[in-house]
């Protein structure tokens, strides 16, 4: 029997030189409260724009967009709360959902620019925390796996240098516990804190470029923060780090482009 062989590791091989110039794209975290732009920033990016919708919260926006751009929207079916709701359910949407995005990245790179929307990232987070540990338990769970999986989904998006990768994230409110003493024993309770914080993958502040927050104010004016008072680290841009801190009027994306890559120009991001 003829033995296998194995080629001899070079590690010389394995490196390749850095991309000096720089892609008029961006990999963002968008988080607000509804009604504050996050899914109309979308549909101001390049297209064709694949807009992946786990809350149908398209209707009213998409509208004014969809007649003068290619805009193919991907609706889920995403409901843990149905009755017949199983893991295998959130397994087999979790493989669509994937495959959808593989699709989504090699139509962009086809065309050689895009624009992906994950509306809501919070939905999707939650759809695959179902896929790999079913329901809400108390059972111990592998969340390094999980988190791999999930960390990996993002970098194949960001493997394809002409995609915009927009994840649109809700807010919750935070919950704290306070100790009580009932009848002369400890016990934990839970409380509102009243505040709002993100709700979703809680370490996508590493994996993005940058993070904007969005706002509504008097009604009609809306503002995009890079920070935010739930987090004092929040509002990181590593495209731009002059931007962390800043409050800006609403842009579309490629005005908000210009100001990630200094120099660029809006037809660069369109």
Known sequence: MAKATTQAYDPAAS???????????????????????????????????????????????????ASVKDIQVRDYDWDPGKRDF???YAVELRQNFEADLAYAVAQIAKHGQGT?????????WLLYRY????????????????????????????????????????MKDEWGTVVEVVNGQKKKKPYQT?????????????????????????????Y????????????????????????????TLPELGTLLIEGSEESDWA
């Not at 979703?200 to 590493?206: N, P, S, T, V, Y």
């Open 116 to 124: 992906i929307g994950i509306d809501k990232e919070t939905d999707l």
């Open 131 to 170: 896929a790999e540990f079913g329901g809400p338990s108390d059972a111990p769970k592998n969340y390094e796996e999980l988190n791999r999986r999930y960390i990996s989904m993002v970098n194949s998006v960001k493997a394809c240098r002409q995609t915009n990768l927009i994840m649109v994230q809700g």
């Open 224 to 251: 995009f923060d890079f920070k935010a008072g739930f987090d004092p680290e929040f509002g990181k841009c590593r495209q731009n780090t002059q931007l962390s801190g800043q409050r800006f009027a609403a842009m």
């Open 194 to 222: 009243g505040r709002r914080i993100p709700s979703g993958f809680d370490r996508i502040d590493e994996i993005v470029f940058a993070e904007i927050m969005t706002h509504r104010e008097n009604g009609s004016e809306f």
């Open 15 to 65: 490196f390749s030189p850095a991309i000096a110039e720089k892609a008029c794209r961006t990999i963002l975290r968008v988080v607000g409260e509804r009604g504050t732009g996050k899914s109309r920033l979308v549909f101001t990016g390049a297209e064709p724009i694949f807009q992946f919708s786990f809350d149908q919260g398209e209707e009213g926006v998409v509208e004014e967009f």
């Open 86 to 88: 199983s893991q295998n």
